[in-house]
């Protein structure tokens, strides 16, 4: 595995073909550029997202040019202040191209996904998410390791195919989301 950082990591999402997908199991991340954010969430301010307008921007590229991203978020119900969070933050995702589906842990075992956050590009390249002990986004720790991506897209087509998708959940949640 190769540790990707910065504009190398960044690349990945440049020079994908067809479809990146995402896979989040934690319920809680804690990196510096949201910390701000959810804070105003959390006190009930209003966010003008202008933190959150590069990868937004880059969902409307990729989107543009026929490529996918799409992304499963595994969440504990009920949920936690940061899934709350991330229902809200989703909307603006999803208004620029971005495919969010929400999988109850309840609904999929554990041994069906993976301990660990990753993108999968393309069906060919896996780069799991790096967290420095802070909690900072520290890249991506990237293979092309045929096991290792046959897992990872095993657990993909498992979780997408178990998932709701984001408004049917929201509409269905209403009383976990608010």
């Known amino acids: 595995m190769e540790l990707l950082q910065g504009e190398a990591f960044d690349d990945l999402f440049h020079t994908f073909e067809q479809d990146a997908f995402h896979l989040e199991v934690e319920d809680s991340y804690h990196t510096s550029e949201e910390t701000g954010p959810f804070q105003l969430f959390l006190s009930g301010k209003v966010d003008d997202f202008a933190w959150h307008q590069p990868w937004l ?62 993108w999968l590009f ?32 095993a657990a993909r087509d498992r979780a997408w195919h178990a998932a709701i998708p984001h408004r049917e959940y929201v509409d269905n949640n209403e009383s976990t989301t608010a």
């Open 122 to 153: 393309d069906d060919t390249r896996v780069a799991f998410t790096v967290f420095e002990p802070s909690g900072q986004f520290a890249g991506g720790a990237v293979t092309i390791d045929p096991v290792i991506v046959g897992h990872c897209r």
């Open 57 to 118: 921007e880059l969902v409307r590229e990729v989107s543009a040019s026929g490529r996918s991203i799409r992304r499963v978020r595994v969440v504990t119900v009920p949920h936690v202040d940061y899934t709350r969070w991330g229902l809200t933050v989703a909307e603006h995702n999803i208004d620029a191209g971005e495919d969010i589906r929400w999988l109850p842990r309840q609904l999929l075992g554990s041994d069906k996904l993976t301990t660990d956050d990753f």
